[in-house]
Structures are given as C-alpha cells and as structure tokens.
C-alpha cells in the first residue's frame, strides 16, 4: 500500500484545533499545520516539543557579552589604554560603567542575529531555498492539517478521512509520496 | 464570585500593623535627630513607596485600557484594589509635606524662607529656582497631582463596577470611554508622574538635579505595583478564588515583573553612567555621598533590583512556578523600598543615617499591614472578576 499524505482544510483557527483535538484523541498523529499566522494553544494538542530557540539565543547572547568583553579589554586596556574624560584606562573594573552600553549593544546583536540565522537554517527557508508549503492559501486565509499515512499504521486514508469529515472541515485532499 | 476577607490574613494583618507600631515607637524613642528628622525621613519613605505601589497600578490600569488590552481583563479587580490605597497613601503624603511646611522638620531644606533673601543664610543657587521651587507654587502642583489621582482612580474604579450591570451597546460604550479616559489619564500621568518625583523626592537635594529621576523613580513604582499584582493573584488562586486565571496569566504578570525590573535598571545605569562619565561637581555630589558613606545599601538594592530579576526570573518555568514567582517577587519588593530609602536618606538625613535600623522596618511593616487590610477590603466590595466586559470572553480563553 502506497504511502499517501492527506491535507485538511480549514477556515478558522479555532476549527482547526477541535480537529486536531478529535484526530489525536483517536489515537491518529498530526504531522504539522500551516497557518497565516501562529496558532496560539495549538503546539500541545499536536504534540510539538516545546522549541529550544530561546535556549540557542541565550547562548549566543552570552558569547556576544564575552566576545565584547574580551575585545574591549584588549582594544582600550591591555593593547593601547587611552585616557578619556580624565579616566586612565589601566584595568577594566575602573571604567566598566563606559564599556556597559557598547556590551550591552553587542549581546543584542549576536544574540538577535544569531537567533534569526538559527531559526532559519533548521526551518529551511533561508533566502532562495524552495518552499515547502503545500498549498499557497495558507498564506493568505487557510488553515491547513497535515495527516500522513505512513505516521499511523493501522489508520487507512479512508479512515482518517472519515474522521476528519466529522470535524468542520471544508475540503479534504490527498496526494501520494 | 465574591472575596471575603480570611480569618488568618485579618489576624496577620493586625498583628503586622500592631508589631509595626511597637517597632516604630521603640525606633522614635531611639531617635535622637534634630526635630525627630529621622522618623520623619522614614515615613516619608514608606509613604511615598506604598502610594507609589497604588500610583503604579493606576498606571497599569489606565494603559490596559487605553490598549483595550484583553488578557488582564480577568484579573483587573485586583489592580482596583491596590488602587484602593490611593487616598491613604494621599493623606500620608499631605501630612509629611505639611509637616515640612510648618517647619516641623527639615527634610525640605528649600522650604526655609531666609535662603531666599539677603542675609546670612542667602543661597544663591536655591535663589535661581525660586520660580519652580517656592511653597505656593509647591502646594498647587501636589494638590494637583494627588486630586487627578484619587479622581482618576475612583473614576475608574466606579465605571468598571457600571459595567458589570451592562449589557449590549451600552457596556461597549463605557468600555470605549474607558478605553479613551485611559488614554487621557496617561498624558496626565507622563507629566506629573516625573515632577512628582522632583517635588517629592528631588528636591530633598534640592541643589542637585537630574533629567532622568523622574523615569528612573516611575519605573520603581512600576515594578512594585507589578509584584504586588502577580503576588496577589497567586494568594487568591492558592485560596480557590479566580478559578479562570490559567498559566498563560501568571505568566504574561511574571514577564511584566522581568521586563519592568529592566526598564528600572537601564534608567539607574543611565542616569549613574551619564553623571559618572561627566564628573561635574554639582551632578556628581549626589552619587558620592551614597557610594562613599552607604556603599552597601547602594550596591546591595542594584544588585537585588538587577541581577535577581535577570537570572532567576529569565526561564519560562521560573514564571510559572507560583512559589517561585512569590519569593523572588517578595525579595525585588523588598529591594524597590531599599531604593527608596537609598533616595531619600542620604540627603534627608545626611551624618545621622547609619543604615536601616528598627525604625525602618517597624514603619515597613505598619504600612504593609494597613496596606494588606485597605487593599483586601476593598477586594471584598465587588465581585472578583468583571461580570461583564467586551473582552471577558478573550481573557478566559487567553493561551501563550
């Protein structure tokens, strides 16, 4: 039996989550939704772990603090310490209150970028790469439920379509992969 | 659901108010300061921060109007009832100013009339700011500031309890005039929420200024008034009240404590960053006299007010676990009345503050139990979550 990939179409949010709450309460496995905008409340019912993004963000925070740090100690104290607004430059501590906002500014920075960067890299859609949307309405007003087969031995298509028929659903397509 | 006041939190509030009041006269006994200026430092302290709890939560209720902002339409009872303390904390404030006024003490060095005319005690500098800083003038801006309070708040207070008997398009209108008077109080309150802080607090070093003091002082008053919300909250939902608060909710109030301790610790860095880098006398007296004879209560209320926020409230767990949130919150309170003290001792005082002491604490915990008991029954009047509102619906449903 060939594998087959069903998408179900909703046209509201709230829709979308009762039918994912009956698909999984049937003991069937929700491969992923696309939506317009982000469903607030929808990741736990699906089963999405938690992301660990802000995880990857607080260590790229961190090593901008350092690399800051580092730099700055190097820059104005070790390699040319500089005498500005009658503060002599010749340990850090003496003049952290100077080098705070530029510390401050650059943890931002590697912690933004590097966030951004991240995210696009592990949802494959950095600039120029194909998009793997389904169904180009999901950018404008629907909301699309991903079923596979091959996620639910035990389930056939017809099955699954069956269920998902009982949720308000507007339309129902399948495709082989 | 309606609240009713516990026997425990009635009993602890009395026995709060009843030990407060020992402490404090074991304190005034042990006050040997000319014209008993260090008692009336302390209460000016404890006013001040316990009105400035009631003002933050003014400003948070009138911007969540003024947003039409939905998920705290649950729990916005809770902020009507810190708001309650309002016109305490007025009456405090009124009786530490004219206090000063009439020359029982001298907090207000400015007020003393002889630095502003030629003899001995002319005072060049304060004769500069004779058009800002003369009683008259003083006496009309605090009036000002506490009558739009306690108007603004009653106001609210009294539409938000219309609109429980409000149905249709008549509850949509309030909730839009609300929503409009939000707006219009915060334009008040930008303005006066400063110059009550150089009023008030500022002009204690009435030599010294500084642009940023008023933000700086807001900012505290905002967290305090955050912390006692989310507090709050927690206490009824231990006790079974508020049964629709989820964890979406204590989250977004835990976020507000995080988000707000840094709003507070960049405008102190900033104000500290741009005095220390200029080094002009005039400015920098202020920070000398704190760093060099109080370097404890100065560092130990940053490094409360900054890095405990920063590091332990980060993680989303953290805001989420109730005990958590309580402790920490409990501690980032108790640093935000550290501040205020750190403000007003030093200049009030001078020599003659050697630290907080019994008398500090007895006022602290006086104030907190009449604060508990006028904030719980004010509570008690309404129902605890709004009947009706536009937004009710979204609240309960609230998931992040």
């Known amino acids: 039996m060939a594998n087959k990939v069903i998408y179900a179409v909703y046209d509201d949010p709230e829709q979308l989550k009762d039918g994912a709450r009956k698909l999984v309460s049937s003991g069937i496995k929700v491969k992923d939704v696309f939506s317009p905008f982000p469903v607030h409340g929808l990741d736990p019912i699906i089963g999405i772990k938690r992301t660990r993004l802000g995880i990857v963000s607080f260590m790229f925070g961190i090593t901008g603090t350092a690399l800051a740090v580092l730099g700055i100690w190097y820059f ?41 960067i991240t995210y696009l890299i592990r949802n494959k859609t950095l600039p120029g790469l194909p998009a793997r949307n389904p169904d180009p309405r999901t950018t404008d007003d629907k909301f699309i439920m991903e079923v596979r087969t091959a996620d639910n031995h035990g389930h056939s298509s017809e099955e ?3 269920l998902l028929r009982q949720t308000p659903v507007t339309e129902i397509n399948e495709r082989q992969c | 659901m309606n609240f009713t006041i516990s026997k425990r939190a009635s009993t602890l509030s009395m026995i709060l ?79 530490v100013l004219a206090a000063g006024s009439m020359g029982l003490h ?20 304060m004769a500069g700011k004779k058009a800002f800083l003369n009683q008259p003038f003083f006496w009309v801006r605090t009036l000002a500031y506490i009558g739009t309070f306690v108007f603004a708040a009653r106001w609210f207070r009294k539409k938000s309890l219309e609109m429980d008997g409000l149905t249709g398009e008549s509850l949509v209108r309030t909730h839009l005039l609300t929503y409009r008077r939000g707006a219009l109080f915060l334009v008040f309150f930008a303005v006066f929420s400063s110059t009550l802080a150089w009023d008030w607090l500022m ?5 010294w200024f500084s642009t940023l003091f008023g933000w700086y002082v807001f900012s505290g008053m905002w967290v305090s008034a955050m912390i006692t919300g989310v507090v709050m909250v927690l206490y009824l939902k231990r006790k079974g009240y508020l049964p629709q608060v989820n964890n979406s909710h204590i989250h977004d109030m835990g976020k507000w404590v ?10 102190y860095f900033s104000q500290f960053m741009l005095i220390w880098y200029s080094n002009i006398p005039e400015e920098v007296t202020y920070f000398q006299q704190r760093i060099n004879e109080h370097p404890g209560l100065m560092w130990t209320t940053f490094f409360i007010n900054f890095a405990v926020p920063m590091v332990l409230l980060m993680s989303r767990d953290a805001k989420r676990n109730p005990r958590f949130l309580i402790g920490v919150g409990t501690v980032i309170f108790i640093g935000h009345w550290m501040d205020i003290n750190m403000i007003v001792m ?29 904030v719980l029954g004010t509570l008690a009047k309404a129902p605890l979550t709004p009947v009706n509102h536009p937004y009710l619906e979204e609240s309960v449903h609230h998931s992040i």
């Open chain 1, 76 to 116: 104005n104290i070790y390699d040319w310490p500089m005498n500005i607004g009658g503060k002599p430059s010749f340990h850090y501590y003496q003049n952290v209150p100077a080098f705070i906002p530029v510390t401050f500014e650059f943890t931002v920075l590697c912690a933004a970028h590097g966030m951004a």
């Open chain 2, 346 to 374: 030093p200049g009030a005082v001078g020599h003659h503050f050697h630290g907080l002491g019994l008398l500090d604490a007895g006022l602290f915990v006086l104030f907190l139990g009449a604060f508990i008991r006028v």
């Open chain 2, 203 to 207: 002009s204690i070093d009435a030599h």
């Open chain 1, 160 to 162: 699954i379509a069956g």
């Open chain 2, 258 to 267: 995080f988000a707000v301790s840094f709003l507070w610790t960049y405008l």
């Open chain 2, 106 to 125: 001298h907090v207000y060095h400015w007020m003393d009339a002889s630095l502003y005319v030629e003899g001995p005690n002319y005072d060049p500098i």
């Open chain 2, 17 to 95: 108010i009843g030990v407060g009041v020992l402490a404090t006269v074991a304190g005034v006994l042990g006050d040997h300061s000319d014209h008993h200026q260090r008692t009336w430092s302390a209460l000016l302290v404890n006013g001040f921060f316990f009105f400035g709890i009631g003002l933050g939560a003014l400003f948070f209720y009138s911007l969540q109007n003024a947003t039409e902002t939905a998920w705290s339409v649950l729990v916005k009872r809770v902020y009507e009832a810190v708001m309650g303390w309002i016109p305490v904390g007025a009456i405090v404030m009124v009786v």
